[in-house]
């Protein structure tokens, strides 16, 4: 019962914070530290947990996902225009999509070992929220979605590989690529949200498989609860974020990156948490 309940803690800050550019990672390992079990709750839970998250994307943008797919494949047969902006979009995620995938599968020894450091947890937050906000603060955000081009897409892409990394951020790195580049921050992050889609539902799937008959800290039950729960938060989460990024700047989001990235790194300095 006690893990149960720990799995639905962590499914909760993973739907708060996968589409929040905070990395949703962080905190999971974080949270790890102060749960009774005390553990890294590790990669593979990590990665099946943001299927959830990821179903949520799927649910909120079914639409233009419908539309998208459909205006690809009448592309590829040649019943609809090569040039058709939905189709285009379709070839651009997975452009986009490629640089992760390679990346994932070279490094995937390091990314479920030495790179779950809780130092590099805590640099990363710092490094990328300063990023961030010197991004927003400079970028022009006047292009939008039909503005993206595929050097663009490959370079968005480059900068989701980097959420491999436990402090980065996928929508964070993502969106902030996208403002270093001149894009307006609701066409950042919602290009951001669909290139995230086969990524995770493939990483997700991939972990899923890997980790059936492995043991862990949380069992199947476990990791499908936290699964559902990060589901049901991240639908509320993305309607919220949309909506915020319209009106405001990612500032708050800034502030909180570092004082929490500072305060990992007094509680190791201080023996309360433990590096690995």
């Known amino acids: ?4 309940l720990e799995a639905i803690i962590l499914g909760l800050v993973q739907g708060l ?44 943008f079914w639409r233009d996902i419908v539309r998208i797919v459909s205006r690809w494949f009448g592309a590829l047969f040649g019943r609809v225009p090569r040039n058709d902006p939905d189709a285009r979009m379709g070839w651009l995620i997975i452009i986009g999509s490629i640089p992760i995938v390679v990346l994932g599968l070279v490094f995937q020894d390091q990314i479920e070992t030495v790179l779950r450091s809780l130092y590099i947890t805590a640099t990363m937050l710092i490094v990328f929220g300063v990023v961030l906000g010197i991004a927003d603060w400079a970028g022009e955000k006047r292009r939008r979605l039909q503005d993206l081009t ?39 992050a919602r290009y951001a949200f669909l290139l995230a889609i086969p990524a995770v539902f493939g990483s997700g799937f991939y972990q899923l498989f890997k980790s059936w008959d492995e043991p862990g800290v949380y069992n199947g039950l476990e990791t499908a609860v936290a699964t559902v729960v990060a589901f049901v938060v991240a639908i509320l989460v993305i309607a919220f974020f949309m909506k915020w990024i319209s009106r405001h700047s990612f500032l708050p989001f800034v502030i909180y990156r570092i004082l929490l990235g500072i305060t990992v790194f007094v509680l190791l300095g201080a023996g309360v948490i433990e590096p690995y």
């Open 1 to 4: 019962m006690l893990h149960v």
């Open 17 to 60: 914070t996968e589409f929040l550019p905070i990395s949703s990672s962080a905190h999971l390992r974080i949270l790890g530290e102060f749960l009774p079990n005390a553990a890294d709750p590790g990669a593979a839970f990590t990665a099946i947990t943001q299927l959830g998250t990821e179903a949520a994307v799927v649910v909120f």
């Open 150 to 188: 595929y050097p663009h897409g490959v370079y968005f892409g480059l900068a989701q590989s980097l959420a491999l990394i436990p402090g980065v951020s996928r929508s964070g790195g993502t969106i902030t690529m996208g403002l270093l580049l001149g894009y307006e921050r609701a066409a950042a």
